[in-house]
């Protein structure tokens, strides 16, 4: 995979910004006093032992908490500046701009183009040359044109564990988000399907901003430009944020003795 | 698993500081046999290099192995960089302590003048004492012992400036190869020295995570 030749420069603008965050489902008090700016057009990795609140933070900014009956946040989660828990926000048209890919790929149960031109269509796309078009471009940009191009009727889940999340992406990338939220996206598919996606990522934070939840370090290390650490210090209590910082710096030289001894395998 | 890694890093660093302990013990040796014109003395140091070459060579080797094997991040990643390039440094302190052997083997049987020597013995002292705090700050991850080398290399600097005005001072009929000899031992000496301030910064480096300013050689020793 292609090395970051040109690191994010310090200026970069803030794509989301996150200002004091809690969350809670019910009683539980999941996530405390979450501040961070993620920044325009890079990857950034949340990383830290199951359980430390790093799904549901990722959660928050395209409002998928909000299907969870007693789950509620308090805080600010910016995007572009606006406020995403603002009541004339709609949380459809959030997802659209903030896609989401899940550990397991989940394909839609239908062929392989309409897949991919499920979502341009709900958003009124009908011509087919034009959707002919988007699909292409889509699953190009997956990298899984050239594996598809002859059987795009076949079934979606008739593909490879790895080519189903590709085509997820593609499905994502269809309604032109200006986000990627990624959650365990490698943790179920073989390691040369995992070299795709992460070779894929780093083309496609040219256009967009892309978040990942990874359990893999090493992962971690090889494609973000930030990396974020969250600890549940003691079991109960709520997760907090206790380093961010450029990925070079976070896995060479963490300011926090949290931090250094989870990623040097001394804990969790 | 985590533990056997754990113990390879122990194992590795303890390797480096007996590395660094036989380089103080070369250099010792290679000043003693100048200055006592002791032949067979300058010959075990010329012999042992092999031995310093092999085990720098294997801690390379080794760090390089556990690189690619275990994936080691912040201190651990500091440690195994830091090893590998203070082994390099080591490296390079003991062939500078083998050129002063040679020096000796060259000058042997010869004599000059008694201010000489005892300037070559006093600059020999104070760079014991740079790699012997070397040693120490790796072992004991010492920060401020570290940064402090390069307080104890200044002096060793003079003495080598005053070894050229004492030359100076010799006279048309003075042997010039042995002259010569005894400067660039003073030179090797000096550069021993410089090799140990730079070790100390990358002590500090694996211990604070930080880069500081390195230390450059003013013009007239570099």
């Known amino acids: ?268 | 698993m985590r533990e056997a890694f754990r113990q390879e890093l122990k194992d590795l660093k303890a390797e480096v500081v007996s590395i660094g302990k036989v380089v103080t013990d070369r250099t010792r040796d290679a000043v003693t046999s100048l200055v006592t014109g002791d032949v067979d003395l300058a010959e075990t140091v010329v012999a042992g290099d092999e031995e310093i070459d092999r085990r720098t060579l294997a801690v390379e080797e080794h760090s390089l192995e556990v690189i690619a094997t275990q994936f080691p991040v912040a201190r651990d990643l500091r440690l195994l960089h830091s090893l590998t390039y203070i082994a390099l440094h080591l490296e390079r302190m003991a062939d500078l302590a083998v050129n002063i052997a040679r020096a000796a083997k060259r000058t042997a049987g010869r004599r000059g003048p008694q201010t000489l020597y005892d300037l070559i013995q006093a600059q020999g002292n104070l760079v014991y004492r740079v790699l012997d705090a070397t040693c120490e700050a790796l072992e004991t991850r010492d920060v401020e012992l570290a940064r402090k080398l390069q307080d104890l290399d200044e002096p060793i600097d003079h003495l080598y400036k005053q070894f050229f005005r004492e030359l100076a001072r010799l006279h048309d009929e003075e042997d010039i190869e042995w002259a010569s000899s005894m400067v660039l031992a003073s030179r090797y000496l000096e550069r021993i020295a410089d090799n140990a301030v730079d070790i100390g910064e990358r002590i500090a480096y694996l211990v604070t995570g930080e880069f500081e300013a390195l230390h450059s050689p003013d013009e007239e020793t570099a």
Request: charged share 25%; aromatic share 8%.
């Open chain 1, 1 to 268: 995979m292609a090395l970051r030749a040109t690191p994010v420069p310090d200026n970069a603008p803030n794509k989301i910004t996150v200002k004091e965050l809690d969350f809670f489902y019910g009683d539980f008090h999941a996530l405390t006093d979450i501040t961070v700016d993620i920044k325009e057009k890079a990857v950034t990795a949340f990383i830290g032992p199951s359980g430390c609140g790093k799904s549901t933070f990722l959660r928050c900014f395209n409002r998928m908490n909000d299907l969870i009956p007693g789950a509620r946040a308090e805080g600010l989660v910016s995007l572009d500046g606006q406020d995403i828990f603002e009541t004339g926000v709609d949380p459809v048209d959030l997802r659209r701009r903030i896609g989401m890919i899940f550990q397991q790929p989940n394909p839609f149960p239908m062929s392989i183009y309409d897949n991919v031109a499920f979502g341009p269509r709900l958003q009124g796309v009908s011509k087919k040359a034009e959707l002919d078009e988007i699909v292409q471009h889509s699953l190009e940009r997956a990298n899984l044109w050239k594996e598809v191009k002859d059987i795009l009727g076949r079934g979606g889940l008739t593909l490879s564990g790895g080519q189903q999340q590709r085509l997820c992406i593609a499905r994502v990338l269809a309604v032109e988000p200006e986000v990627m939220l990624m959650d365990e996206p490698c943790s179920a598919i073989d390691p040369t399907s995992v070299q795709k996606i992460e070779d894929l990522m780093a083309e496609l934070k040219d256009r967009i901003t892309i978040i990942i939840v990874t359990h893999n370090m090493q992962q971690a290390a090889r494609v973000s430009d930030f990396t974020a650490f969250f600890l549940q210090e003691v079991a109960g209590d709520p997760a907090i944020l206790v380093e961010y910082d450029r990925t070079s710096n976070l896995f060479t030289s963490p300011k926090d003795r949290r931090t250094e001894d989870y990623i040097t395998g001394r804990f969790g």
